[in-house]
C-alpha cells in the first residue's frame, strides 16, 4: 500500500538527456524531499529527449514514451501474475521495447504496486506478481535488453499511487494547483501526497509514510470500508449475491437500489476516514483514479459533501497518469522553481 519512494544508484547522477510531456524542461537539477522517513532522489538530468515510462499491475504493462509533446502510442500487454518469474520478466521487457519503439530514450521510469523496494529495484511482491518476490527486477530487465536500445539505460522506481499524483499534477501545474492528493481505488486504497511537484512531507501535513489505507476507521482501517473488496462484502450482506465491483457498477448503472447504496455508502465512508488527513495536508485539489473511481457518478456527491470545503474531482487520464508520473522521476520538480534542493 502506498509508499513514496523514489531513488536511483550512484549511475543515475551521470548527465542524460530527458524531456517531458507537459511544458519543455530546463537545467540540470537535483532534487531531494523526505516524506514519512522515506527519501525521495531526483536523478540529475540535462533535459532533451524522451523518456520510456512503465506502468506496472497484476494483470498487465502498459509502456509509452514521454517528450514534450506528450505520450506515444501506447503498448498494453497482458499479464499473468501466477506466471513464472521468467514468463512475466519476458512481457515486461517485450512491452518495454514495444513502448519505445523507434523513439530514442534516454531513461526507463516505471510506476509499480508494492511491497516493492523502490530504491534498490527489488521486488517484494506478496499476492499477484509473486514468483518475482526477491528478485532484483532492474537486473533482469536489463539482462533481457542487451544488445537493443534500452541496453545500460538507468532504471527508476515510483509507487504507483504515487506515480498516479504526481502525473495527475503535471497536467494542471500553473492552474493554482499546487497541493495535490491523490487516491487510487482499487483492489487496495492508494495515495500520493504532492506539493509543488515533489512528494509531500510530514511537516507540509503528509499523513504517516504518506498512506491513507491504514488510518483507523470504524474499529478497522480506512481501506476496510473504501475499496472493492469492501463493495463487495457490502453487496453481498445486503442481497446475499457475491459480485465483483465492476458487475455492482452495472446494477447502479440500471437502478438497482441496493447496488446504489454501497456506492453511497463507499462515498461517505471515505470522507470520513480521509477527513483528519485532508485537514492536515489542505489540499488545492482531491483527484481519484483507479477501477472504483469509475462508478464516481454512484458516490461522488456524499464524498464531496464530506470533504467541502475541499475541491475533489474523478481522473480522466486513466493509465495515462501513471505514465506520467513514471516519467516525471527524471524531470525534477516538472519544471517548476525553485528546485526541491532549494526549499
Known amino acids: 500500500m502506498g509508499g513514496s519512494v523514489v531513488t536511483g544508484p550512484p549511475e543515475y547522477q551521470r548527465t542524460f538527456a530527458v524531456q517531458h510531456a507537459v511544458s519543455p524542461l530546463r537545467g540540470t537539477e537535483r532534487g531531494l524531499a523526505r516524506t514519512g522517513g522515506n527519501t525521495v532522489t531526483f536523478p540529475t538530468v540535462t ?19 514521454v ?22 520478466l519476458d512481457t515486461w521487457a517485450e512491452a518495454a521495447l514495444l513502448g ?74 500553473g492552474r493554482g494547483v499546487h497541493r495535490l492528493l491523490g487516491l487510487t481505488l482499487g483492489t487496495g486504497l492508494g495515495s500520493g501526497f504532492i506539493v509543488d511537484g515533489h512528494p509531500g512531507t510530514a511537516e507540509e501535513g503528509v499523513s504517516s509514510g504518506g498512506e491513507v489505507w ?4 470504524r474499529g478497522g482501517v480506512a481501506e476496510d470500508f473504501t475499496c472493492a473488496p469492501a463493495l463487495r462484502r457490502a453487496y453481498q450482506a445486503l442481497s446475499g449475491e457475491d459480485l465483483d465491483a465492476r458487475q455492482i457498477a452495472q446494477l447502479a448503472e440500471t437502478g438497482d437500489d441496493r447496488a446504489r447504496q454501497v456506492y453511497q455508502d463507499l462515498g461517505r465512508d471515505l470522507a470520513a476516514a480521509l477527513s483528519p488527513c485532508v485537514q492536515a495536508f489542505r489540499p488545492d485539489l482531491i483527484v481519484l483514479g ?33 505514465l506520467l508520473g513514471a516519467a516525471a522521476l527524471y524531470r525534477p520538480m516538472l519544471g517548476l522553481s525553485p528546485p526541491l534542493d532549494a526549499r
Open 100 to 173: 519505445a519503439g523507434q523513439t530514442p530514450v534516454a531513461a526507463v521510469g516505471v510506476s509499480v504496486p508494492g511491497p516493492f523496494d523502490y530504491a534498490g529495484g527489488t521486488a517484494h511482491f506478496e499476492h499477484k506478481l509473486h514468483a518475482l518476490t526477491g528478485l532484483n527486477i532492474s537486473a533482469a530487465l536489463r539482462k533481457r535488453w542487451i544488445g537493443t536500445p534500452l541496453d545500460g539505460l538507468p532504471i527508476s522506481y515510483l509507487n504507483d499511487a504515487v506515480a498516479f499524483a504526481l502525473g495527475e499534477f503535471t497536467v494542471r501545474q
Open 67 to 88: 517528450n514534450a509533446s506528450g505520450l506515444g502510442s501506447q503498448v498494453r500487454l497482458p499479464v499473468n501474475g501466477e506466471a513464472s518469474a521468467p514468463e512475466i
Open 47 to 65: 533535459f532533451a529527449g524522451a523518456v520510456l515510462a512503465l506502468d506496472i499491475g497484476g494483470t498487465h504493462i502498459t509502456a509509452a514514451s
Open 290 to 322: 483507479g477501477q472504483v473511481s469509475r462508478a464516481w457518478a454512484h458516490f461522488e456527491m456524499p464524498l464531496r459533501a464530506g470533504l467541502r470545503p475541499f475541491k475533489v474531482a474523478c481522473s480522466s487520464l486513466l493509465d495515462e497518469a501513471n
Open 214 to 217: 491504514q488510518l483507523p476507521f
